[in-house]
């Protein structure tokens, strides 16, 4: 059968009648590049402007809660800026398919700025676990190592077990403690820390050889093993403190870091469906007004 001329159909200008899936993935890698390439900048600012506000003298340098909250902003000011970019360029590139209306086109964009999103998120997961970024992992290393203080580092390094037993086993006789004695005081403390208390006994007979072997009275060896147990719990207090600081931290960052990611997909979305609206009506944002 032959076809008329009624019988030809054209197609509209620019129109895309192939079957399939409707995402394009050039415009979404595209996207998905320079979101990735706006966050690495803007991180390595961050870094930047970071480490000029902390100082190893705690008396000039900025709060850790002013430095946290500056840390928030930037980094969801990045997650959008980013975000926004990626899924703008995604839906402005995009071949609108003009069989739809122009709501599932905006449908259709956003979905695009969507999956630039999730795509820029794994390569920036990748960027960061890979020797690529180590130059920027010990700046932030630096920036907390610094931020802490001297002094905080210098108490970390210290032992606080070694530092009792210094001070309770300061000898004024001949003979200086041996150190299976050292040692054996050693295990009473760490074992008494774990039962939560001193045994008398123990304490008795750590107490009667100090007194022998460091020629000191009974009850100064036994104040001195007080003053050492004392410190230890104090220390192990410490340790459980900062350790419980530390998992109630790394609860908020996880929670902010989800909330930032989802308000960065939102930007995403919204830029994308702007992105498909400006190539519909041909705007030139650049043009001058």
């Given amino acids: 059968m032959s076809l008329g001329t009624s019988d030809v159909v054209?197609?509209?200008?620019?129109?895309?009648?192939?079957?399939?899936?409707?995402?394009?993935?050039?415009?979404?890698?595209?996207g998905a590049v320079l979101s990735?390439?706006?966050?690495?900048?803007?991180?390595?600012?961050?870094?930047?402007?970071?480490?000029?506000?902390?100082?190893?003298?705690?008396?000039?340098?900025?709060?850790?809660?002013?430095?946290?909250?500056?840390?928030?902003?930037?980094?969801?000011?990045?997650?959008?800026?980013?975000?926004?970019?990626?899924?703008?360029l995604a839906g402005r590139m995009r071949k609108p398919m003009l069989d739809s209306s122009s709501s599932e086109r905006g449908v259709r964009d956003g979905a695009h700025g969507l999956v630039v999103w999730a795509v820029g998120a794994l390569l920036v997961a990748f960027i960061t676990s890979s020797s690529i970024m180590g130059a920027a992992r010990t700046a932030a290393s630096g920036a907390a190592a610094v931020a802490g203080g001297a002094s905080t580092l210098i108490s970390q390094q210290a032992d606080p077990l070694a530092s009792a037993l210094d001070g309770?086993?300061?000898?004024?006789?001949?003979?200086?403690?041996?150190?299976g004695e050292r040692e054996e005081a050693s295990r009473i403390l760490v074992r008494s820390l774990a039962n939560g208390s001193l045994d008398p006994a123990d304490r008795g007979y750590i107490a009667s050889r100090m007194a022998?072997?460091?020629?000191?009275?009974?009850?100064?060896?036994?104040?001195?093993?007080?003053?050492?147990?004392?410190?230890?719990?104090?220390?192990?207090?410490?340790?459980?403190?900062?350790?419980?600081?530390?998992?109630?931290?790394?609860?908020?960052?996880?929670?902010?870091?989800?909330?930032?990611?989802?308000?960065?997909?939102?930007?995403?979305?919204?830029?994308?469906?702007?992105?498909?609206?400006?190539?519909?009506?041909?705007?030139?944002?650049?043009?001058?007004?």
């Fill in 10 to 30: 054209v197609s509209p200008p620019g129109s895309d009648t192939k079957s399939g899936s409707y995402l394009e993935w050039s415009p979404i890698f595209g």
């Fill in 36 to 88: 990735v390439a706006i966050s690495t900048i803007m991180a390595a600012f961050g870094s930047a402007i970071g480490l000029s506000l902390v100082s190893a003298d705690t008396s000039r340098s900025t709060s850790m809660t002013v430095l946290a909250i500056a840390a928030a902003l930037w980094a969801l000011w990045i997650t959008v800026s980013a975000c926004g970019a990626g899924g703008y």
């Fill in 168 to 179: 309770m086993m300061r000898s004024t006789g001949t003979e200086p403690v041996t150190q």
């Fill in 212 to 289: 022998t072997r460091m020629n000191v009275p009974q009850a100064e060896a036994e104040k001195r093993i007080d003053e050492a147990y004392a410190r230890l719990i104090q220390a192990r207090d410490a340790a459980r403190e900062a350790a419980e600081k530390a998992r109630r931290t790394a609860v908020i960052v996880a929670f902010l870091t989800a909330a930032v990611l989802l308000v960065g997909a939102a930007a995403a979305y919204m830029a994308a469906m702007l992105g498909g609206q400006h190539r519909d009506e041909e705007i030139d944002i650049f043009a001058r007004r």
